[in-house]
């Protein structure tokens, strides 16, 4: 009877991960906190179960990123997760991210120093130097963060901080430090350390709790931790960026390329069908006035239909009726992204300056917004051939853009003042030219909360009817 007491109070649960047909048995709580000492010295740890295919690794960002930051609170209360820590470095007046952040498949920043952390959908964790010369292809993660230096590699200390690129002495000395590691055993740590610490002894700490990978977070000021509702460690100062932890997330809400004809037809249906039912709650809401409740109806039909520009579109009508002209900004950036992919550049050029004039820093819109004028101006001069008046705009072999000396017709039929066109396409070329100099970025419709949280989704039945899960 003590046996069984024993046995039952463990509470283990079989697992059968979607396209893996890998067998996990795992605790009846896949997330846990504790504090303890380690080489005598007070440490913080998260311990998060990869092997529990329903925990999510994501990254949480400000709203308006990358161009904001948050208070810590706020930026918890967006994501909701199980648990949370510091992410990569940013600066400190424009609030730009230093390292690469890849959230749910979508790049959202670019980053050449340090070290990334990449996770699967299946949750298999790789560390890796940051791309140095060309940009990382994460089209197989879901998950990517980049900050460093690596601490640990294959079990060793791995401190080479100067040669990944930093220069800084609050990450080359002493300081309090965040930073995340993985055990043999597919466990990610999150790890905080409120004392002024080395990185090589920081390294020797990680060692000490069983990881054979690890890298530093960004720290000091910036070192957070939370954890089921409390914070164990808070920041001194707005966050930009968290690596968050989600329990309990269903399989289909996650980005799994790995399915079958058959089943991703389902799940793109289904999808379609939940963002329509959701842009319809936004829309009378919206019409009621209460335009907070609709902003988070937009966002879950913008995200379940990642390739329908109207959702984008009219998310960002109503975050600029709020004020927030920066998130709207983003929304429009990424609705005139969407419309240049299915080439309709006329709508995207309508859409695209809407962005830039919003917030003449989002970057992200000046590539598209130089595409979309190349074709308008193009088809407007195979029309009136004759005249002679239009030429497309030209980018050259340093990625400099020729501004066009006619006017641009827009969507509605009226023409563009030349100065407007010249002008748009000279913040483009500095946008490329800033882009060669620094590690910059291309973002996308801002997901403050993620799928699983703005939205309920009850793919239990969906996985039973095709018997892709498991109880």
């Not at 120093?113 to 089209?139: C, L």
């Not at 100067?162 to 309090?176: C, I, K, M, T």
Request: proline share 4%; with cysteine.
């Amino acid at each position: 009877m003590a046996r069984w007491s024993a046995l039952s109070s463990l509470f283990l649960c079989v697992i059968w991960t979607l396209g893996t047909g890998r067998v996990f048995a795992v605790d009846q709580r896949s997330v846990a906190y504790d504090a303890r000492r380690v080489l005598g010295i007070s440490v913080h740890v998260i311990t998060v179960n990869l092997n529990d295919p329903h925990i999510k690794v994501s990254i949480a960002t400000a709203q308006g990123f990358p161009r904001a930051n948050e208070p810590f609170g706020t930026l918890i209360g967006h994501a909701a997760p199980a648990a949370a820590i510091t992410g990569t470095y940013f600066h400190n007046s424009s609030f730009h991210p230093v390292g690469e952040i890849v959230a749910d498949g979508r790049v959202r920043s670019r980053g050449r120093v340090g070290t990334v952390m990449a996770i699967t959908p299946y949750n298999a964790v790789t560390f890796a130097p940051s791309p140095r010369e060309r940009r990382g292809d994460w089209r197989a993660h879901e998950t990517v963060l980049g900050a460093g230096p690596r601490l640990l590699a294959d079990g060793e200390v791995a401190v080479k901080a100067r040669r990944e690129g930093f220069r800084d002495p609050h990450v080359l000395g002493r300081a309090s430090r965040t930073a995340v590691g993985l055990t043999a055993h597919n466990k990610l740590l999150l790890v905080a350390v409120r004392r002024a610490v080395t990185l090589t002894e920081l390294a020797k700490i990680m060692k000490a709790m069983g990881c054979v990978q690890a890298m530093n977070l960004d720290g000091g000021s910036s070192s957070a931790l939370y954890f089921d509702g409390k914070a164990a460690v808070s920041p001194q100062r707005p966050l930009v960026n968290l690596l968050v932890v989600h329990e309990d997330v269903p399989l289909l809400a996650r980005t799994v390329p790995a399915v079958s004809p058959e089943v991703r037809k389902t799940r793109q249906d289904w999808l379609r069908g939940k963002a329509a039912e959701h842009f319809s709650a936004a829309e009378r809401l919206s019409g009621r006035g209460r335009n907070a409740d609709a902003v988070r109806h937009y966002r879950a039909a913008a995200y379940l239909a990642a390739g329908n520009a109207s959702y984008s579109a009219a998310l960002g009508s109503t975050l600029e009726a709020s004020g927030e002209k920066h998130a709207a900004a983003n929304a429009f950036a990424t609705a005139g992204h969407i419309l240049v992919r299915k080439q309709r550049y006329q709508a995207a050029l309508a859409r695209l300056k809407k962005a830039v004039t919003l917030n003449p820093l989002e970057v992200s819109a000046y590539d598209d917004l130089a595409i979309a004028y190349a074709h308008v101006q193009a088809a407007q001069r195979q029309g009136r051939a004759a005249s002679g008046a239009v030429r497309p705009v030209q980018e050259g072999p340093d990625g400099s853009v020729k501004a066009p000396p006619a006017s641009v017709v827009s969507e509605s039929g009226r023409t563009v003042k030349q100065g407007v066109a010249m002008s748009h396409a000279r913040r483009a070329a500095a946008a490329r030219a800033h882009e060669r100099e620094r590690p910059y970025h291309r973002t996308r419709v801002s997901t403050a909360n993620e799928l699983y949280v703005h939205v309920t989704i009850d793919f239990d039945e969906l996985l039973k009817r095709e018997r892709i899960g498991a109880a």
